[in-house]
Structures are given as structure tokens and as C-alpha cells.
């Protein structure tokens, strides 16, 4: 599977942006970016995903490096109920059968300062 | 439903015992995915469902564990002879499919605490 790396902690204040970062360096040209969160006792929740292109939702911004290997989350205004972990994960739609099994690693623990 | 929901939400068994743990998808979602996270730690994949085929069972960490869902939908993961080293969250997923467009759905977990 390929790998991410993701600082294990990160703090910002509440009301300011923040900038999740994400290193994908083996990527492979079928590896979409998928962006996961959990809540304290919750189950994860879906973010966002993308490919090569910068993506927007309702809940944040995907940016995509040109070259792929790395990709930020980008929470525009941080609030209370954003403090969370933020998994970065690698889903290869190349594989056969469209299945492929899911890795998270530990996330990035957002704590947000009021 | 409108999630994922999952049963019980708590769960503390003697060491030994057996257990069996629910996970009820959202409707129509055809893939079903089992995960168990420890303390700390990021989801660890236990085993995948299509409909009611197991397709991939690569992450059950022994032969303890067993996961069914004979109908395609209601699944269930069942711990024999339960050990310390069970404790942990196990997380039920679905999705409508696999593709890259489909996000996971996941329940809140069953916390297994094995005494």
C-alpha cells in the first residue's frame, strides 16, 4: 500500500485557517487523496477527496501538489468542532475488482485554541 | 437508517467469553468493511464484504475472529474466546461501492473492553 505521513499533532486558533499537510511520495497515477476526520468517540467522517485538481466541498479545501506527493487540507475557519484527527489515506482506483483496502495511519491530531 | 449503526455501543466480557458485535449498513449499501482501532491509534482493516461475499478477510488477527453478513446487508463480527489484547473499538464502514466517488459511511463503534 502506499504510505502517507502526517505530523502527529497540530494546534490553531479558533476562527483562523488552517493548513493540514499530507506527504504521499509513492503515489501512483491511480492513488486518489482522500481526506478522513474523527470526532472524540465518533467513527471517521468523509472530508473530501481528489485526484490531480484542487477540490472545494462545504467542509474544506483539497490543494494537490503538481507532482502529486504531497497535498494539504485546508479548514478555512477553524472552530471548536473541527478539534479532531485528520486522517490522510490513498485509495487506488487501479486495482482489480474497483476493491482495494483502506490504510489510515495516525492522523494528525488538530487541537483548536479558543 | 441514515448511517451506519452499530450494536452495542459498549461492551466489557470476561476474558474467554465470546462475542458478537452488529453493524446495520445504510440501506443499499452494497460494500461492508469491519475495522478495529486501538487506543491512540488509526483504524487497523479487519475484513471486507461485497453484498454477502467476504472478499477479503486478510486483517482478522486470528482465527477467533469471524465475520458474516449471509444477507447482504446486517453484519455481524464474533470474537471467540475474547483476550485483553481484544479491547479495542471496532468500527463498522459501508459504502454504496467501491469507487473512488464513494466515501465510507462509518458507524461510532462498539468499545470492547475484554477483563
Known amino acids: 500500500d502506499a504510505k502517507t505521513t502526517q505530523p502527529n499533532s497540530m494546534e490553531s486558533n479558533e476562527e483562523e485557517p488552517v493548513h493540514l499537510p499530507c506527504n504521499h511520495s509513492?503515489?501512483?497515477?491511480?492513488?486518489?487523496i482522500h481526506w478522513y476526520r474523527q470526532l472524540p468517540s465518533q467513527g471517521p467522517e468523509y472530508v473530501i477527496h481528489g485526484l490531480t485538481s484542487n477540490v472545494n466541498n462545504r467542509m474544506a479545501s483539497l490543494a494537490i501538489a503538481e507532482d502529486r506527493k504531497s497535498s494539504t487540507l485546508i479548514l478555512h475557519r477553524a472552530t471548536l468542532r473541527d478539534a479532531a484527527v485528520y486522517y490522510c489515506i490513498l485509495r487506488d482506483q487501479g486495482s482489480s475488482g474497483g476493491y482495494q483496502k483502506v490504510t489510515f495511519g495516525t492522523g494528525t491530531k488538530l487541537q483548536v485554541i479558543p | 437508517g441514515a448511517g451506519v449503526s452499530q450494536s452495542p455501543r459498549y461492551k466489557v466480557a470476561k476474558r474467554g467469553q465470546d462475542v458478537a458485535l452488529r453493524c446495520d449498513p445504510i440501506s443499499g449499501h452494497v460494500s461492508l468493511f469491519w475495522y478495529q482501532q486501538a487506543l491512540g491509534q488509526g483504524p487497523e482493516f479487519l475484513t471486507y464484504f461485497q453484498n454477502e461475499a467476504q472478499l477479503d478477510k486478510s486483517g482478522l488477527p486470528s482465527d477467533r475472529f469471524f465475520a458474516e453478513r449471509p444477507e447482504g446487508s446486517v453484519s455481524t463480527l464474533k470474537i471467540q474466546r475474547t483476550q485483553q489484547e481484544d479491547s479495542a473499538v471496532y468500527l463498522c464502514?459501508?459504502?454504496?461501492?467501491?469507487?473512488?466517488?464513494?466515501?465510507?459511511?462509518f458507524g461510532s463503534g462498539t468499545r470492547l473492553t475484554v477483563v
Open positions: 509513492t503515489i501512483s497515477g491511480t492513488d486518489y
Open positions: 464502514a459501508s459504502s454504496f461501492f467501491t469507487g473512488e466517488g464513494y466515501g465510507y459511511t
